[in-house]
Every structure is written in structure tokens, then in C-alpha cells.
């Protein structure tokens, strides 16, 4: 060791091995005489030197240290330790040494290990980059580190001269890579190291497809990944380009496209990507064209957010399938179509050129007939490898739309309607304005019928309604397709749902346009679209009302016009009577003074209703206002004018004022309403009108024995028959004289019987009003009394009274009933069914009236069903008529029966209620089985009234036993796909649960025959719908999911039923819920690896999880239906990456996101799971990387290069 001190910065190298040599030679003999490390003070000595200011002694003594290590005189691991403590404070010349002797000692390791393999083992780095971190990775942290140096480091290794290290080296490096090319952080300088690996691909398969796993990993959720991650994709794609490598350049040529995308939100200029892209396209048209649908999906989205200056050079690309190789379906041509027409109202920015290629495509797409003769069949289904399909969900549902139109052709467009109505469902969520660009493109297209083209026009207007940002960026194709529609219907509809576009203020100045050019032609149609506009932005009234108040044309086109304009200021005075009203009372009045003649009738009424809003809204006085207005219909006989001049008059009584304006307008109302009704050639119509309109005015208030007409007094007042004599009536003030319940039993006796049914309402009105203020006393029966035969503690101007006399004095003749129409009028006026029972009456004399009618027979029933809970012989009269009645007698007493059994369930005693409902079920199933069920059997209609016994009021626990005894009596009596099992399931919806559960849950049964589960299945999945009797509905499902465990064989029905029912399931947060215990279930299940039930199990549970993903997100419907992921084993796994990324941007699932990814990071490294399960939560994973959760260190460095 004295040696060294002679040792000067100039020393020769022979000088410094000689130095070293010596002091090898003491180590070596030292560890011969097996002396312990620390004891060999050579070896402290020689590590010493390691930190020496002279660089060659430094990185000698080092190289010396690893000689011993390969010779065995020291120990690996010791050695190495030792260095990496001297990279702490070690300059960036001894940073470089040191790491090249940590390398080398690395090295050595992995040359001792990988020849020591036997057979068929293979080596895998047992280095991570977060746990057990590389330790290359450990010196790319340092702050000395020097990325030339590291690169050349990498590289060396990869080259090595050692054909032993030089074949494992990529799998030695695989963490390095991960590390350098998949960094968050974007380290620079990087380039190198992706270039050896692209050379190394061509020789060695692992080197590809390490390049292949880095581009699935590589993040660009940022515009510095983005870019970054580009610029290799470039790179690759020119190496392989060169290479001829077409597969691979049309996979990563796919991956570009998405990039551009993303470039162009992050404001880089996407013109190098492009380039590169056409490149690939000139290279590769002879090898496919599968690929064309995939990169015009993706393109037609980069449509609509790249700046117009780059436009020309996207528009190469598209012109060169759509022009050049004359490829492209109808439905993805329109998509990009869809895309230019954004343009061609800001064409400012555009090169000639770009507007050139635009025109060109435009022409292409539009000649649609030539087009469809000259395309070129494409077959996305049939692209290999497509490796790149999880690298992002926009590339994935590239691929599914590409598939779902090529499969359109192939059903002829039957699978367009499927489509459709399946999205129906979804209609404004997220999914489908994720989807909206491929809806537009179906909008814009011809194939379609008109049924299926206005199911899409509704989906894209609900999803406008709740989306300003679509409702701006789609306006331009909506008016494109209406200049090029020619279908009149079509034409209108478009017009009318124009307005929905308002809901993004910058669109209304083109609207209103697009209104005012029309109002020349139709200002019909053109009101009534500004009324639609105003009620989306109401800034525009002014517009609304300038058209309003135009002259009216002497024309033919006048009176339509009228009624339009008159028609608008009814909905706004409805809408907005006091914002509006005033300013439109001179245009109302203007139509009242113009509009006398039979031509008027419509427009006058339309004016009259405007004017009742603004009466009821207290914007205007109504007394005051019919004062300038009653003398114009002093003589009306025009029906419409009538029929709202009678709702006016019914506003009446609720706008009462002191005045005697008020005085006059109630006379004349009332006078006019009693003239309608007592006037013999008045149309049946008006007198009903004015019936109804009379049920606002109060007898006794405001309306008085004056007001009525004296043919509906006859013999109460003076002037009658014996008026004044002896036995004759007294003579009374009509003035003040309040109005006899006779009145109204005259009223019912002298009408029309056409009209009697509104009469009855009327009267039934005033007794409902007498009802409502009755005290306790009127109810109270001494005991020990029979109820009596008259209401006779009622005053005498009681309506009630009066009518219930009538009836008992019509009883008196037994069966014989001399007025039957009075009589089935003023039963009809008891049978509502009143805030309070009618006082103790005997209701026996109802018997009389069974045989008069039907009618007569119902209300006598609703009376008894209405009057059972407090009147003994109503409910006797009740019981005896259910205990006499036999089914097969009349149909229509037995559908009287089911209306009113909820009601008649809870008013008659059990034993028989129990009868009746069994004598009636088993007599309806017979007949409806006799009649093979079809629609609308007694069977069904029986079923209807048993759900509304159990979801009205009745809370009678032995009411309800008997109707469930008998509902599950029937089960297994009819057809699972039948209509009448329809209506079964929902009578089965409204059971107690625990009725439910006994009756669907298969473990409670003796056997599970087929066809009983299957029915289980369909109510318990109906129940999740429209049960919320759980907290989760989705619990509904636990006794389902468990019997179809050990049944594999029947597993395809269940999923469909459960597919459909998670489609058309909402809320978010019960799904997210449920899928967290499955979770938990298959964990603990997971947890047993040995016990391979338990396992079976947990594979069963993860077909449903990811069917529920797959269905929950909307993803499903891109299969063309939703049956598929319940059918097809191999589509379901495959949309799963895609369908997990969607669902996770959910509000509810966003919360559960980390738990999600790290279920699946656990899934995927347990060792009972199944390569196909294992690979799909791979690239789940994998699609979701670009998302936030992703962005911390700790999180991206344990999933990234996930693999067992």
C-alpha cells in the first residue's frame, strides 16, 4: 500500500495496475486463508481509492473490486453495497465510474444466473420500479446522473459482446425501460434508448414486445407525455415502415390517429403525426384496408378540434380512403361530413387547399348511390393484431362503431332500429353524448326508414337539451340536413325542433335567421316556431311579439294565421300572464272585434282563453273587462266561443270583489249559464259546459233561487201550482231566498238525459262542499236505533237531503220505478266518493234500483262500497250481493267488481271476501285459458285490481293473505314469455317481501325445476326496476345469482335478463354499492385458493361483475344489442377495458375508482385466475392509465409493466 503514495496525477497506468495488482494479490491470498472481509484491510484500502481524485485510479480500483467479486474472493452483494453508499457524495466524473461497476457487478449476476437455467425455465428480472427498484433506476434518481451516459450504459448492455447477457438483456432491462419511456415526468433525452430497442425488435421477439407493452403504457394526459409518446410512435412507425413491416405500421398508424386528437386539444402542431399517417396509408394499401373504418371514426372526431390551419393536411389522409381508394360506409362517411360542415361557415382560416379537399370529400360523400356501387368492401373483424384496441377507449370505440355499421349491412339495417331503441333508453346520459358524433352521422344518412330516423332525431334533441356544447358544435349539420331534406314530414320536424337549439345562447341569432327567412313563405308555422323558441330563451319575445302584431294579409292564408298568432298569445298569457299580458290585451281586443263570424269561432275562443289566464293571474279585472266585452256576446251561438265563455264564467266566483261591476258580471254569468242549460235547442255539448261551469258558484253565496230558471222551481215559489191558497206554499223573496235542495232533484228530472250525467256531477259538487262542513253531531245514532229512512236533521236546503228523499220516495213502489233515468242520475250524484261519509241513512231502498241498469247497478254498489265502513245495511246490501253473485252471469258487473275490489277488500268481512276472490280467480283462469289468455282475459284484468289492493290503502294483514295465497297459487299455471305472465310479474312487484321471497327464492323451495327459476329470474329482475321495498334493489338479485351457480347450462337466459335490467337500472350509487360487496364476496372467496368451489364461485361472480360494467357503462349497446355480453363469452371480456374506463367517470363510481384498480391489480396477480380474466383486467388497466388516479408516483410506479 506504501506505493501508492508515489502514485502522482500524471502516474502511467501500467503504474496503477502494478499498485493494484499487489494489493488483488493480498485480497485473493487473504481469502484463501479464509480471513473474514471486514479483517482484510486491503479491501478498505482498495475502496478508499475508489473515491481518489485521479479518474483512472478511481475507475481501476473499482474495476478491480469487481474482479474479486467475479473471482469469487468477495462477496457480491458487500461490494456492491459499498459502492451505492458512495454515490452520495460522488461528483458527476466518480458517478459514472462507480455506477459502471455497479452495472458490471449486475452484470456478472445475471450471466451466473441465466446459466444456471435448466430446461424449459426461463429468466425473469427480478427487479421492480417501485418494490425491490432496479437499480439502475436508483442512479437515474441521483441528482448526478447523466442521461448520455445511462442511455450508453443501456445500450451496451442490450449490444453486449456476451451472448449470454446479450439474449437476456431486455427482460434484465424491462424496469429501466418502463421506467424511462413510460415516466410521468417525460425524462429527457430518451430518444436512444427507444431507438435500440426498435433495432433490437426486428431479432429479438421480447424486444418487440417490450416496444409493443411500452406504447400501452404510455401516458398523454398531458401535453409533454403527449408529445413525447408521439414522437416515439413516429419513430416506430418509421422503423417499421422501413422494415416493411405493414401489420405493425397499421397498428401503430391506429395509435397516431388517436394521439392527433390529443395533440390538437393541447395545442401542438399535429402536422409531424399527420404526415407520418399518410405515410402509412401509401405504404400499407396494398397489404389491407380493414383498417379504414377505425382511422375514419377516430379522424372524423380530430374534425372537430384541429385548428383550421392544420385542416388541409387531415384532409389529405381523408381524402385518400375516401377519393383515392374509394372506401368508406355511409353512416362513417357522414361522421366525417358531419365534421366539414363545422367548417364551411368559418371558412376565413382554411387554406384553398384545404376547402379543395373538403369539396372533394363533400361531393364523395354526398353522390351516395355511386358511392355504395364503388366501395370496397372492409371487414374491421378481420384486422390482425390490432394490439393497440385498449390503448385508449377512443380507439376502442373506433373499433366497435367500425363493426357495429359493417354489421348494419350485413342485417339490412334491421339492426338499426335495435340500435336505436336500445340508446332510447339511455337517451341523455353521458354514454350517448359520448356517442353523439356516430348519432349525427345516422341523422344525417338515408338509409334509415322515417320510424328509425325520428327515434334517432329524439335521442340527439335529449341529449341537445342537456348538452350546450353539442347543441353549438351540431346546429350547423342540423340546418345542413334541413336544406337537403326533400320529405315535407321530415322537413317540418326539423323545423320544429330547432328551437331545442337555444339552449346555447351564441345559436339564437342563426335561428332566428333561419325563422325570419321563412316568414314570407309560412308565417303560419313561423309562430308557432318562435313560440317554441321563446319558451327555450325567453329574451326572444320581442321577436315573438313583433310577428304577432303584423297586419293581418287579405289573403287565404289569413285565417290560419290568425288562429296561430291568437293560439301563441294564449300560451304566453298562460305561460307569463303578468310578465306579458298588458302589452298583448290590444291584440286579443283587436280579435274580438274582427272575428264576429262563424270564420272567428276559433280564433275568438283562443283569445277568450288567453283572456281567462290573465284574469285568474289577477293581471287584468275581470269585471271590468266584461264590461267591455259582454255586449259582443250577448247573442252567442258559436260553439268554441261558447264552450270557453262558459270557463270564463266559471272563473267567476273565485275573483269575488264588493263592487257592483262584480254584481252585474255573476248575474250575467249566471244567467247565460242557466239560459245554456234550460234552453231546448242548446247543443248537448255547451249544456255539459255550462254544468261544469256552474260548480264554482256556491248556493246560498252566489247563487241564489233567483238565478234559477223557473221550470227547475216548480211549486217552491210563488206563481207555482196552489200558490197563495190554502195548503199552498208561502210566497218568498226570490232576491235573497236561498236555493231548495228540490232544485236540484228538478234539475235532474228535467234535463236531457244526455246530459244528465253532468247534472249528477254538478249536484254531486254541492254535496261534496255540505259533506266537508258537517260536525260530528249530523253522525251521531242513539243506540239501540236502526239507521233511518231519511236524512231528516239536514236543512231543507240541503242537496243531500233532497236526493236521498227523492230515492227512498222512488223505492216505494218496489221493482216499479217511475223515473229511471232521475233515479240512475241522482244515484250517480251520491256514488263519489265524498271527504266524509253521508250521516246514518238506511240504504236498503239501493235494492229497488239493481234492475234498471247497469249504470243504476254500479252506482248502487260504489254507494254501498263508499257507505260499508259506517252503515250496517249498506255493507249487509254489499256482502249479500258478493254472496249471491255469480261470475258467468254478466261480464260488465264482474269488471265492476275488479275496479272497486281494492276498495271492497277492506269494507266486507273476510270469510266472504275470501270466497268471492277465489270463486271469481278460478272462473277468470278457466275462461282466459279456454281463450289461450290473449290480450286483456278476465285473467288479466282480475290480476290488475289484486296489484291495487296491495298497493292502495288496505292494511289489513288477513286481507292481504288471502289475495297472496291466490296470486301464488298461479305461478306455474301459465307461459313463461306470455303477455298475462307479464301482468302476473308486476301483481307479484307489489307483494310484502317476505311473500316474495318464499314464492322466487329457490333455495326456499323442495325442487328448482327449470321453468320455475326462470320465472324467478324474470320477477326478481323486474323487481330491481320497479321494487324499492330494499334499500338496494339490486339485493333483489342475491337468491338469482346463487341458483344459477352450480346451473352453467342456464346461465345465457339469466344474463340476458340481467343485461337488460342493469341497462335500464339508474342510479349509479345502488350499482356501485352492490358491485363493492361483490367485491368483498369474491375476495374472501379468493382468499380460500385451495378449495375449488369456492374458486368456481369466484370466477361466476367476475363473469357478472364484468357484465355489469360492461352493461352499467352503456358500452353493451355498441355489440348492436345488449343480449350479446350476455351471450357471447368472448365480446364480453373483450369490451370490458373499454366499459371500465366509462363507468369509472360516473359520479358514484368515481368514488370507488382506486378500489376498483387495485381489485383488479390483485385479481390479475392471483394465481388461480384464468389467462383469459387476467389478461382483460391487464387491459383495463391499461386503458384507464390516462386517468387522474394514475398521476401519483406511487400509484403509476406499482401498476405500470403489470404483469404475474
Request: aromatic share 10%; charged share 20%; net charge negative.
Amino acid at each position: 500500500m506504501e506505493d501508492f503514495a508515489s502514485i502522482k496525477p500524471h502516474s502511467s497506468v501500467v503504474k496503477l495496475a502494478s499498485c493494484l495488482e499487489k494489493i488483488y494479490a493480498k485480497v485473493v491470498e487473504s481469502r484463501e486463508k479464509q480471513l473474514p472481509e471486514h479483517q482484510i484491510k486491503e479491501i478498505e484500502f482498495l475502496k478508499a481509492q475508489c473515491k481518489h481524485d485521479h479518474m483512472q485510479l478511481c475507475l481501476m480500483s473499482c474495476q478491480t473490486l469487481v474482479r474479486l467479486v467475479d473471482e469469487g474472493a468477495l462477496e457480491a452483494n458487500g461490494v456492491q453495497n459499498s459502492l451505492l453508499s458512495m454515490l452520495a457524495n460522488a461528483g458527476p466524473m466518480h458517478f459514472a465510474i462507480i455506477t459502471e461497476s455497479i452495472l458490471g457487478m449486475q452484470l456478472l449476476s445475471l450471466k451466473r444466473r441465466t446459466s444456471s437455467l435448466k430446461g424449459q425455465e426461463s429468466y425473469q428480472c427480478a427487479y421492480g420500479l417501485k418494490t425491490q427498484q432496479h437499480p439502475l433506476i436508483s442512479l437515474f434518481q441521483h441528482s448526478s446522473a447523466n442521461m448520455h451516459d445511462v442511455a450508453n450504459k443501456i445500450i451496451g448492455i442490450c449490444q453486449h459482446h456476451d451472448k449470454g447477457i446479450r439474449d437476456y438483456s431486455i427482460e434484465y432491462l424491462r424496469p429501466v425501460f418502463l421506467y424511462v419511456l413510460c415516466n410521468p415526468q417525460t425524462l429527457h433525452d430518451v430518444k436512444p434508448i427507444w431507438t435500440c430497442l426498435l433495432n433490437l425488435s426486428g431479432k429479438q421477439p421480447e424486444a418487440r414486445a417490450l416496444m409493443q407493452e411500452l406504447l400501452a403504457w404510455s401516458k398523454f394526459n398531458n401535453a409533454n407525455t403527449c408529445l413525447c409518446t408521439s414522437i416515439l410512435v413516429i419513430e416506430a412507425i418509421d422503423h417499421f415502415l422501413q422494415r416493411e413491416d405493414h401489420a405493425q405500421s397499421i397498428d401503430l398508424g391506429i395509435y397516431q390517429a388517436c394521439l392527433i386528437k390529443q395533440l390538437a386539444n393541447y395545442g401542438i402542431d399535429p402536422r409531424p403525426s399527420l404526415q407520418c399517417l399518410l405515410r402509412v396509408l401509401h405504404a400499407t394499401r396494398e397489404h389491407t384496408k380493414d383498417h379504414y373504418h377505425v382511422l375514419l371514426v377516430l379522424l372524423a372526431e380530430v374534425l372537430h378540434v384541429l385548428s383550421p390551419f392544420y385542416l388541409a393536411d387531415l384532409l389529405r389522409i381523408i381524402v385518400f380512403v375516401v377519393v383515392q381508394e374509394r372506401c368508406g360506409h355511409e353512416y362513417i362517411l357522414n361522421m366525417c361530413l358531419d365534421g366539414i360542415i363545422q367548417w364551411m361557415s368559418q371558412t376565413a382560416f382554411i387554406p384553398a387547399e384545404g376547402l379543395a379537399l373538403a369539396h372533394q370529400i363533400v361531393e364523395k360523400v354526398l353522390d351516395t348511390e355511386r358511392s355504395d356501387q364503388e366501395a370496397e368492401v372492409i371487414s374491421t373483424k378481420q384486422l390482425k393484431p390490432a394490439h393497440m384496441r385498449n390503448y385508449h377507449p377512443d380507439i376502442a370505440i373506433a373499433f366497435d362503431l367500425a363493426t357495429l355499421v359493417e354489421s348494419f349491412d350485413a342485417s339490412d339495417n334491421q339492426d338499426v332500429f335495435a340500435f336505436v331503441d336500445a340508446l332510447n333508453v339511455k337517451a341523455n346520459t353521458v354514454f350517448c353524448q359520448r356517442l353523439h358524433l356516430f348519432l349525427r352521422a345516422l341523422f344525417l344518412s338515408k338509409k334509415p326508414p322515417v320510424d328509425c330516423w325520428f327515434k334517432i332525431y329524439e335521442v340527439i334533441l335529449q341529449i341537445v337539451k342537456v348538452n350546450e356544447g353539442i347543441a353549438y358544435d351540431f346546429l350547423m349539420t342540423y340546418i345542413f340536413k334541413l336544406a337537403h331534406e326533400n320529405n315535407p314530414e321530415l322537413q317540418l320536424e326539423l323545423l320544429r325542433g330547432l328551437a331545442s337549439f337555444a339552449v346555447c345562447k351564441d345559436n339564437v341569432p342563426m335561428i332566428l335567421n333561419t325563422i325570419r327567412n321563412l316568414s314570407t313563405e309560412n308565417g303560419t308555422f313561423c309562430v308557432d316556431l318562435y313560440v317554441r323558441l321563446w319558451r327555450v330563451e325567453r329574451r326572444t319575445y320581442p321577436f315573438l311579439l313583433k310577428q304577432i302584431a303584423q297586419p293581418l294579409p287579405d289573403n287565404d292564408k289569413r285565417w290560419e294565421l290568425q288562429i296561430a298568432r291568437n293560439h301563441a298569445m294564449r300560451e304566453i298569457c298562460q305561460e307569463k300572464p303578468t310578465l306579458h299580458g298588458t302589452e298583448l290585451l290590444p291584440h286579443l281586443s283587436n280579435t274580438l272585434n274582427h272575428s264576429s263570424d262563424e270564420a272567428g269561432d276559433l280564433a275568438t275562443s283562443l283569445a277568450l282563453d288567453a283572456i281567462y289566464s290573465l284574469c285568474d293571474s289577477h293581471t287584468v279585472n275581470i269585471a271590468s273587462t266584461w264590461q267591455a266585452l259582454g255586449s259582443k256576446f250577448r247573442n252567442e251561438m258559436r260553439p268554441q266561443t261558447l264552450k270557453s265563455l262558459y270557463r270564463l264564467f266559471g272563473l267567476v266566483p273565485m275573483l269575488k270583489t264588493p263592487t257592483l261591476e262584480y254584481e252585474k258580471l255573476a248575474d250575467d254569468a249566471v244567467e247565460h249559464l242557466w239560459q245554456a242549460i234550460s234552453r231546448p235547442g242548446t247543443d248537448a255539448a255547451q249544456v255539459r259546459n255550462a254544468l261544469v261551469a256552474l260548480r264554482n258558484y256556491e248556493p246560498g253565496v252566489t247563487l241564489n233561487l233567483r238565478h234559477i230558471p223557473a221550470q227547475f222551481r216548480f211549486e217552491i215559489v210563488g206563481g207555482g201550482v196552489g200558490a197563495g191558497g190554502p195548503g199552498g206554499r208561502e210566497v218568498v223573496d226570490l232576491q235573497q231566498e236561498t236555493v231548495p235542495g228540490e232544485v236540484w232533484v228538478q234539475l235532474l228530472q228535467k234535463i236531457r238525459p244526455e246530459c244528465g250525467d253532468a247534472a249528477a256531477d254538478l249536484i254531486s259538487h254541492h254535496i261534496d262542499s255540505e259533506i266537508n262542513a258537517f260536525r260530528s253531531g249530523v253522525y251521531r245514532l242513539p243506540e239501540g236505533r236502526s239507521e233511518p229512512r231519511k236524512l231528516v236533521g239536514l236543512f231543507a236546503t240541503s242537496p243531500l237531503r233532497a236526493v236521498t228523499n227523492y230515492l227512498v220516495s222512488q223505492a216505494r213502489f218496489g221493482d216499479y220505478v217511475p223515473e229511471p233515468y232521475a233515479v240512475t242520475f241522482a244515484l250517480r250524484s251520491l256514488s263519489k266518493n265524498f271527504p266524509k261519509p253521508i250521516p246514518p241513512l238506511d240504504w236498503s231502498c239501493l235494492t229497488s234500483f239493481f234492475h234498471l241498469s247497469f249504470d243504476a247497478r254500479k252506482y248502487c254498489i260504489i254507494i254501498a262500497k263508499n257507505q260499508a265502513v259506517n252503515s250496517g245495511t249498506a255493507k249487509r246490501l254489499l256482502e249479500n250481493f258478493l254472496i249471491d253473485f255469480e261470475p258467468n252471469c254478466f261480464e260488465e258487473d264482474l269488471l265492476l267488481l275488479f275496479s272497486l275490489l281494492p276498495e271492497i277488500a277492506s269494507s266486507v268481512s273476510l270469510q266472504i271476501l275470501k270466497n268471492f276472490a277465489e270463486k271469481v280467480a278460478v272462473y277468470c283462469f278457466k275462461e282466459s285459458q279456454i281463450n289461450d289468455f290473449v290480450e286483456g282475459c278476465l285473467f288479466e284484468k282480475f290480476l290488475e285490481s289484486v296489484k291495487y289492493i296491495f298497493t292502495g290503502n288496505c292494511d289489513i294483514p288477513e286481507v292481504l293473505d288471502v289475495f297472496t295465497l291466490i296470486v301464488e297459487r298461479y305461478m306455474d299455471s301459465m307461459n313463461l314469455d306470455s303477455r298475462l305472465f307479464e301482468r302476473y310479474t308486476e301483481v307479484v312487484a307489489t307483494l310484502h317481501p317476505n311473500a316474495i321471497d318464499g314464492l322466487t327464492t329457490p333455495a326456499n323451495w323442495w325442487e328448482t325445476p327449470v321453468g320455475k327459476l326462470k320465472k324467478a329470474t324474470i320477477i326478481r329482475c323486474y323487481l330491481v326496476l320497479y321494487n324499492e321495498k330494499l334499500p338496494n334493489p339490486l339485493k333483489w338479485l342475491t337468491p338469482i345469482i346463487d341458483a344459477y351457480e352450480k346451473r352453467a347450462e342456464e346461465r345465457p337466459f339469466f344474463y340476458r335478463h340481467l343485461a337488460a335490467t342493469l341497462y335500464a337500472f339508474a342510479s349509479d350509487e345502488h350499482s356501485s354499492n352492490w358491485i363493492a360487496e361483490m367485491f368483498l364476496e369474491i375476495q374472501m372467496l379468493l382468499a380460500e385458493a385451495s378449495n375449488k368451489e369456492k374458486v368456481n364461485r369466484a370466477l361466476y361472480l367476475l363473469d357478472i361483475f364484468i357484465l355489469a360494467v360492461d352493461v352499467l357503462s352503456g358500452c353493451a349497446v355498441l355489440l348492436g344489442s345488449v343480449d350479446v355480453v350476455a351471450t357471447d363469452d368472448k365480446q364480453r371480456l373483450a369490451l370490458f377495458p373499454e366499459s371500465l374506463q366509462f363507468l369509472c367517470d360516473h359520479i358514484f363510481w368515481k368514488d370507488q375508482e382506486a378500489k376498483i384498480y387495485e381489485f383488479l391489480f390483485n385479481l390479475y396477480k392471483h394465481t388461480t385466475m384464468p389467462a383469459s380474466y387476467a389478461d382483460v383486467f391487464r387491459e383495463a388497466i391499461i386503458c384507464s392509465r390516462n386517468k387522474p388516479y394514475f398521476d401519483s408516483k406511487g400509484v403509476w410506479t406499482k401498476y405500470v409493466g403489470l404483469r404475474k
